[in-house]
Structures are given as structure tokens and as C-alpha cells.
Nanobody, 127 residues
Framework: QAQLVESGGGLVQAGGSLRLSCAAS????????MGWFRQPPGKEREIVAA????????YYADAVKGRFTISRDNAKNTVYLQMNSLKPEDTAVYYC????????????????????WGQGTQVTVSS
């Protein structure tokens, strides 16, 4: 049974940093693409970043480019999201997700393309 467990969320002041982790089990992590999504209060879930199986291809939403970095450690079955220069508008529940059928040259940004989801971790940025 595939399982994704996020950790690292919390309360931080604007300008601060957090590092989210997503530990995967029960799935062939190294051959699946991974994504981070977030759902701000009262809004729909949106893509934040995605990474290919080997980590050589990444995608970032415009709102986080230059501030967030997605990475993965296939030996540890873990994907990370380093978040710097956090803003109050980054406040959301953050989810990691796994894509079982990744494309070769591009990562997917549509949440419907992701097959497994974690339970989410709350990130709150105070002004």
C-alpha cells in the first residue's frame, strides 16, 4: 500500500524558511515523478513544484520561483521542498503527491495526473 507522509510544516514569520519532507513507502519511489501542491484557506489546491524521477527536470509555479526548491533523495525515498523568503500568501496546507506514469521530458502540473497523496502539512506565515 503506497503511503506518503509529509512533515516539516509549522508557523514562521514572513521572510523565514521551512523545509518540508515527504517520506514515501510501499511504492517504487525512484521511478515515479513527485509533486508538491498547496491549498490556501478558502481556495482550490494548486501546484507548487514538481520533479522528475531522477531529479533532472523540475517545475515551479510562478508564485514561488526563486524562493522554493524541490529536490529528492531516491536512496531515502524522500522528496523535499525548501521554502525561503516566505510570505503570508504562502500560508496553506501543503501536500506531496506521486505520479505513477511520468512523462519522459516534462513533469505534470495537473493534480488529476497524480495518483497518491499525503495527508498534508500546515504552513502558516505570519506578517
Amino acid at each position: 500500500q503506497a503511503q506518503l507522509v509529509e512533515s516539516g510544516g509549522g508557523l514562521v514569520q514572513a521572510g523565514g524558511s521551512l523545509r518540508l519532507s515527504c517520506a514515501a513507502s510501499g511504492l517504487p519511489f525512484s521511478i515515479w515523478a513527485m509533486g508538491w501542491f498547496r491549498q490556501p484557506p478558502g481556495k482550490e489546491r494548486e501546484i507548487v513544484a514538481a520533479i522528475s524521477r531522477s531529479g533532472d527536470i523540475t517545475y515551479y509555479a510562478d508564485a514561488v520561483k526563486g524562493r522554493f526548491t524541490i529536490s529528492r533523495d531516491n536512496a531515502k525515498n524522500t522528496v523535499y521542498l525548501q521554502m525561503n523568503s516566505l510570505k503570508p500568501e504562502d500560508t496553506a496546507v501543503y501536500y506531496c503527491a506521486a505520479d505513477r506514469y511520468p512523462w519522459r521530458m516534462v513533469v505534470k502540473t495537473n493534480e488529476g495526473a497524480y495518483d497518491y497523496w499525503g495527508q498534508g502539512t500546515q504552513v502558516t506565515v505570519s506578517s
